[in-house]
Structures are given as C-alpha cells and as structure tokens.
C-alpha cells in the first residue's frame, strides 16, 4: 500500500512540475511592440524583411504549441478545441499578413500593418500564454488535486498524523480553489484586453503559480507520511497508574 500511495504522489508532483510550462515554450511576459523600424530614413524593404521576421518566429512558436497542445492528455475537449482554434486562426492570419507586407507599397502602410503583429494578435502576450494557463489549471483541478486527494484519505484512514493531513488538505483545498475557472478566464482574454490592461494575464499566472506551489506543498506532506510508521489499530494501551492503589497522594 505503501508502494502504491507513493508512486501516486510522486506522479502528481511530476504531473504539476510542467503545469506551467511543460506544453510550452517561452513566452514574452507583455508583449510590448518594437518599432518596426526607427530610422527616419528606413527603406520600405527593412521594414518588410523586418515583418517577415518578426512573423517567422510567430508562425515557428504557433506550430510547436499547436502539436504540443495537441499531444497535452490533461487538457478538456472544449478547452482544447478552444485552444487549437485560436492557435491556428493566428497562424493564417499571420501567414496571410506575412503576405500583405511583402506586397506594401509604401513605408507607412508596411509599418502599420508591421505594427499590427502586437496590437491585433499578441501570440507571445496572449495567445501562447493563455493557452499554458488553461492547461496548466486542467491538470491540476482535474488530475493533480482529485489524485493527492485520493491520496489523502488512505493516508487518513491508516491513522497518519492530524495536524500533517490537515496541512495537505488546506494545500489541495487551496490549489483547487486556484484553479477553479481559471481555464475559462485565461481562455476569454483577448489582444484588446491585453492591449487595455497588461496586467491580465500576470495575474492569471500568478495564480497557477500559487496552485503549483500548494500541490507541491501538499504532495511533499504526502510523501513524508507515507515513510511514517502509522499507529497500529490493536495496539493494546497501557493505562497510567491510578495514584490512590499505591498511597501516593
């Protein structure tokens, strides 16, 4: 039984190890715009070979996260579904203003539309990222806490310690209440939002960071007990000896 609990715990505190990042490469924290190009005199085919670039990388990262998310088992049907249609409604908007740009004939349209690869898509500010958080908190409400939940209860039910199991069940409480609907909201952002308040989407990491902190907290607990000897339920108990059989007074 033992064996057993703790290859359950220890697979949760795998599991959540890449709740944040694990289906994700690295992403831009804002997301700030970079200036297409800042020289007065810039030619209209820098600005271009700028955008191609600046797209390149965009559609590189969209395919990577497309088949990691893809490929993610704890991830929801519908969040899943939601996920991959923002990913690839990106990847052919950007492929098609890849070709916009290319075809510009003027410095100032280039740069506008150059501009636009911040302000209407924000892959690394929004799309990636929030896609990361939805998965992230689908593996911890819906895999990690229910499994150190499980875990929990047999530890309980051996008789481990009180005041351990009470710390572990506040961490998996915790975790889950986190997590709850953060999937949803990190899902409804939009380059809008971002663009009105960038501190949306720190928030929401902020939050699965802290989940992530409380299934790990909860799945060390776990693996602690699980090494210590639980009382034994027929342990006969010695009683203290009554003072007034022996005169002491």
């Not at 800042?38 to 700028?50: D, E, I, K, Y």
């Not at 710390?167 to 975790?175: F, K």
């Amino acid at each position: 039984m033992n064996r057993s609990l703790c290859t359950a715990i220890v697979s949760v505190g795998a599991a959540t190890a890449i709740a944040v990042g694990g289906v994700a490469p690295a992403f831009a924290a804002t997301g700030a715009p970079a200036p297409a190009a800042t020289h007065a005199a810039a030619s209209l085919s820098t600005v271009q070979q700028r955008g191609a670039t600046l797209i390149a990388e965009r559609l590189a990262s969209l395919g990577t996260a497309i088949t990691r998310v893809t490929a993610a088992k704890d991830a929801t049907a519908s969040d899943r579904a939601k996920i991959l249609g923002t990913l690839t409604s990106d990847k052919s908007a950007l492929t098609a203003l890849a070709a916009k740009i290319h075809a510009d004939t003027s410095i100032a349209t280039a740069r506008a539309d150059v501009a636009s690869i911040f302000t209407t898509y924000r892959v690394y500010a929004v799309a990636l990222p929030q896609s990361y958080i939805a998965i992230g908190a689908d593996r911890i409400g819906d895999t990690a806490v229910p499994r150190l939940q499980s875990a929990h209860d047999r530890l309980q039910g051996r008789g481990a310690d009180k005041a351990q199991l009470a710390v572990m069940q506040n961490d998996i409480d915790t975790a889950a209440q986190d997590v709850k609907g953060l999937d949803s909201e990190a899902l409804a952002v939009t380059p809008a939002a971002f663009n009105a308040d960038h501190s949306v989407m720190s928030a929401l990491r902020a939050r699965l960071k802290d989940a992530v902190a409380h299934i790990k907290a909860a799945a060390m607990i776990g693996k602690e007990l699980v090494g210590q000897k639980a009382p034994h339920a027929s342990a006969p108990i010695t009683p203290s000896p009554d003072p007034s059989a022996t005169g002491v007074s």
